[in-house]
């Protein structure tokens, strides 16, 4: 089975990938593992200790199917220099790549949109941590936009966001993943 890589660290926003990863690990095709910078405990944002089961050095890019990267304030106060060759390598090796608020600051401070749709937070959140970038032209004020196998969201977007990761991982077929969109964006409750 392929992996899909969770990023896991202390304060990471723990409903952002909630339900990308619960559908991903449904799949008889994928198996959820989270990535730590070490394989030290982490705290989430919600109060969850989870232990990774993997370093960074020891994810396996041959069995990789995706990298997810979900939100926390660590993005906005630290540029994460040492997740950049893991990101590059995911790209370079056109696996993709998936990030829900914080990292697409990570992902635009380090150059890595110049040449991709993308989206974050408001155009203005980016701007306001960063500065003027390069690519911002290429900026989309949309909840969820996937190109060229990176997928980017902004905060409050994860239902977008897990649709548009499902869609990249073929977890559904269109029709399937269109009838779990609507249901988890406009639940219909029946008397």
Sequence with gaps: ?????????????????????????KSIKYVVQTVGFNKETIKTMGGISIVPDHSLTEIDYDNAAILILPGGEMWEMDPVDELVPVVKKFIDLKIPLAAICGPTVFLTRHGLVENIKHTSNGRAYLKNIIGEYKGSDLYINKPSVSDKGIITANGIAFVEFARDVLGELGVYDYETLEAWYEFFSAPQLED
């Design 1 to 25: 089975m392929k992996k899909a890589y969770l990023l896991v660290f202390n304060g990471l926003s723990d409903w952002e990938p909630g339900l990308a990863v619960a559908e991903i690990n």
